[in-house]
């Protein structure tokens, strides 16, 4: 059987006049399947925000090109989709929660009005019945008193409530996939611990995907039963979620590891069965810090694939960093 989201060999340049093009994606290949999430690790500028805005057509053009590969949605090549069917596609089946809230929502129209236009142009619905089930969608996102808050403006929600809001026009749509790029990178301890417990379970009852972009293991352990780790560009790794963050056999995920070593509140709130330690797994083990780097540690070959053997040891590909 196909997986429902299958991304093949996905490369991708970006182009600048008088400047040779930079490749900032090759040959990414990875699948999502129903009730899957997978979490795509890697430091800043590894390329995953592009690989989930290739998914979602939103990158940006004319800059960014994709020179090869496939992203298979349900059967179906988004790259070669008509543009009728894709929006079908990009932004309704597969939705889109963005780490900064506050740039993502409109700031001068109500949360409620944000979340009911996605229901009138999809759906058809009337403004009334829209403005319900936009209330309805903040309920359900534990936004409390979402009858009164909903004309309120993005601005007078905490970054918490706004990153909610975020997640109800995602879901209002009832995708087959969510990606949440970074959800919680900006938010203290314990509002990120209550927005990956509500990711989990509302990905969970609904029986959704999820692809969860973050630079942190112990994020990644905690809500996914699968992770790839990318590194310039490339994925580095992939397999079981523990056995990647278990065993990291690169430059990136180690450098994750050792900023995952805090303890972490957000452990505690993880509601999968499936490969997920409830624990301060994160901070195991010890050594992988002190460990050369390019030297794998022996626990690697439990399951976690390395893609581009114990690289980077050479220079990685060229690329620019956008701060
Ligand atoms: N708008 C852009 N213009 C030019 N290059 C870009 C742009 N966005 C991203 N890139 C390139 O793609 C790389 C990966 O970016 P990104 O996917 O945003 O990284 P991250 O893993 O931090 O999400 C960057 O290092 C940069 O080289
Ligand atoms: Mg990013």
Known sequence: MTALLDVQNLSLEFRSPGNPPIAALQDVSFTLDRGETLAVLGESGSGKSITAKAIMGILPKPA????????????DDLLSLPAPRLRRVQGARIAMVFQDALSALNPVQTVSTQIAEL?????GMGKKQAHAAAVEMMRAVRIPDAAHRADDYPFQFSGGMRQRIMIAMALALDPDV??????TTALDATVQAQILELLGEITERRRMALLM????LGVAGQLADRALVMYA????????SGACSTAPRTRTP???????RAPRTAAATCRRSRGCRPTSRGVRPAAAS????????RSAARGCR???GSRPTGPPPATTRRR
């Not at 560009?233 to 079981?240: D, F, I, N």
């Not at 002190?290 to 540690?297: E, S």
């Open 306 to 308: 390395s893609s581009i």
């Open 233 to 240: 560009g490339r994925v580095a790794e992939s397999g079981p």
């Open 119 to 123: 229901y009138r142009v999809h759906r």
């Open 178 to 183: 969510l990606i949440a790029d970074e959800p």
């Open 213 to 216: 972009i973050t630079h942190d």
């Open 254 to 260: 180690r450098a994750s590891w050792a900023r995952s």
């Open 64 to 75: 960014s090109r994709i020179t090869g590969g496939r992203i298979m949605f349900d059967g």
């Open 290 to 297: 002190t460990r050369a780097a390019g030297t794998p540690p």
